[in-house]
């Protein structure tokens, strides 16, 4: 019911309020991830909500403004909601941690904005777990980074991932094989993203390119063998090595760190304008249209910002489409339900009950009690309803012998022990 004339407050478009059990695998999910990175070697950050609007258009252009939430605040300055943490991190980190020893591993879990237009798995506010390694650009810092995304994914439980993982620099070797000017690339790469090979096929003939030179160009871009593409770009020095260079990394992906679910594929773009080399992407087929988990790979921000140049990598995990995905695997998650809900029979025992609820409270036990007095068959109903896991009754002939009753709610099992037993109990 509402009052006549007031307002009713709606939830900014793409954005969510959490329930306390939405909250509740939030906090697995989020608990699970920081201890997968840390078990890396990674150390958690933390940056500003909100940047200079230029340290995300110094590298994107001013393209880019369109797709984040910037504003002017009071002072004239030009801000804007951060949509990613990987320019926020390279500022970070050439402000004040350039002589920290290298390899540096960092990771973050926090929110980004984006002017996106939201649907299922996409959203305006959302949330990336993240890292990025600095200073170590081996085929096994590679391999540990793509690894890790996958075992942080695996670890929360899921189980339907599939890893994806390319290479820019011999994506744009293989352009260059077709002479393809710059502008027309810009145009194909949406189409690439997408897997939309046909009209790629359809563009490039526009663009008066020979049908077999492009279905050749398409044979390789859809292929995972790296002869193939080896023989592509074979007048490439420098792309050559890097695909050889690739090959090592899913040699040790597959062979060191044990991941079945990887295969390579050139067709990988990325979205984000700082990428270089070596790029990768892990998919919940289930998810349907938003299905992207995770994406990354390395990149050049420092020098851009000021900093001495070092090899950069990292990636980002969809925090929300994460748990989307475990909900769609009917994932069980971990309750943190109430360990005991504490009643008493009239007020008379409420001492006796704020007491008993405060000892357990003290050995980081989950503890409530009725503090309506609203008697024992309500309370029951209550302790029921929010799934406590057991109850105490307080009742006046069992405190005469320092003793109360203790219930199980799953098997109804029911008993009287003495208070000072309770803890054992738990
Ligand atoms: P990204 O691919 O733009 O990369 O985002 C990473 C992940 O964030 C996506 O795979 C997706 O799961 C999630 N995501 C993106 N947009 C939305 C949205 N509107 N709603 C819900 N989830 C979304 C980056 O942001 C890079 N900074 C990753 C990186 C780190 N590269 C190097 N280091």
């Not at 900014?12 to 909250?23: H, K």
């Not at 980074?145 to 820019?168: C, R």
């Not at 009917?330 to 000892?359: C, G, H, R, S, W």
Request: aromatic share 10%; hydrophobic share 40%.
């Amino acid at each position: 019911m509402f009052l006549y004339n007031a307002t009713v407050y709606q939830i900014p478009r793409g954005t969510r309020d959490f329930t306390s059990e939405e909250m509740q695998k939030r906090k697995y999910v989020e608990n699970s991830m920081k201890t997968t990175f840390q078990t890396f070697g990674y150390r958690e950050i933390q940056t500003p909500m909100f940047e200079t609007l230029e340290l995300f258009t110094a590298k994107s252009g001013e393209g880019i403004i369109e797709e984040i939430y910037n504003f002017t605040d009071k002072g004239g300055r030009e801000l804007a909601l951060r949509p990613e943490l990987t320019a926020p991190v390279m500022r970070m980190y050439v402000e004040k941690l350039q002589m920290e020893p290298k390899p540096l591993k960092l990771f973050y879990l926090g929110s980004c904005f984006r002017y996106d237009r939201p649907q299922k798995g996409r959203y305006r506010e959302f949330t990336q777990a993240g890292c990025e390694i600095i200073g170590a650009d081996t085929p096994e810092a590679y391999a540990e980074l793509i690894a890790m995304a996958y075992t942080v994914l695996e670890n929360v439980g899921l189980k339907n991932i599939q890893l994806n993982v390319g290479n820019l620099n011999v994506l744009s070797a293989m352009f260059n094989v077709l002479k393809l000017p710059k502008d027309k690339q810009k145009y194909m790469i949406p189409l690439i993203d997408k897997s939309q090979f046909e009209d790629v096929l359809e563009a490039l003939q526009d663009f008066g390119i020979n049908p077999k030179i492009a279905s050749s160009f398409l044979e390789t871009l859809e292929t995972s063998d790296i002869n193939k593409i080896l023989e592509y770009i074979k007048n490439d020095k420098s792309a050559k090595e890097e695909l050889i260079k690739l090959e090592k990394i899913l040699e040790l992906l597959k062979k060191s760190f044990g991941i079945k679910n990887v295969q390579l594929k050139m067709s990988i773009v990325r979205g984000l304008d700082y990428y270089k080399g070596v790029v990768f992407e892990i998919e919940a087929p289930e998810l349907g249209a938003e299905k992207q988990l995770c994406g990354g790979g390395a990149y050049e921000l420092i020098e851009l910002f000021g900093g001495r140049d070092s090899p950069t990598a990292g990636f980002a995990i969809g925090f929300d489409r994460t748990i989307l995905a475990l909900e769609t695997e009917k994932y069980a998650f971990p309750t943190l339900d109430l360990d005991v809900f504490v009643i008493l029979f009239n007020e008379e025992m409420m001492n006796k009950a704020i007491e008993i609820t405060q000892e357990l409270r003290k050995q980081n036990i989950k503890t409530d009690l009725d503090l309506l007095n609203r008697g024992i068959g309500k309370s029951m109903k209550y302790a029921n309803s929010i799934n406590a896991k057991k109850v105490i009754i307080i009742g006046p002939d069992e405190l005469e012998k320092d003793s109360v009753t203790i219930k199980d709610m799953e098997s109804g099992e029911q008993k009287v022990i003495k208070i000072k037993n309770i803890l054992k109990e738990f």
